[in-house]
């Protein structure tokens, strides 16, 4: 397949994704996942890797 249609493909099924998440969050009363990949997490592991400097 062309590239740009595996970009196109692989951009439709992330938003997928994260519209049916919201869905479940707004809709099922579930609490929100914590997300392991967000910023401040990766924050706290440079830190903890490099002791802080």
Same mark, same amino acid.
């Given at each position: 397949?062309?590239? %740009? +249609?595996? $970009? +196109?493909?692989? #951009? @439709?099924?992330? +938003?997928? *994704? %994260?519209? *049916? &998440?919201?869905? &479940?969050e707004?809709? =099922? #009363? $579930? @609490?929100? =996942?914590? =997300?392991?990949?967000? @910023? @401040? $997490?990766?924050? &706290?592991?440079?830190?903890? $890797?490099?002791?802080? &400097?």
């Amino acid at each position: 397949m062309p590239p %740009r +249609l595996v $970009a +196109l493909i692989e #951009g @439709a099924h992330q +938003l997928y *994704s %994260r519209i *049916s &998440r919201l869905d &479940r969050e707004l809709f =099922t #009363g $579930a @609490a929100p =996942t914590e =997300t392991k990949n967000d @910023a @401040a $997490a990766q924050q &706290r592991a440079l830190l903890k $890797a490099f002791g802080g &400097r």
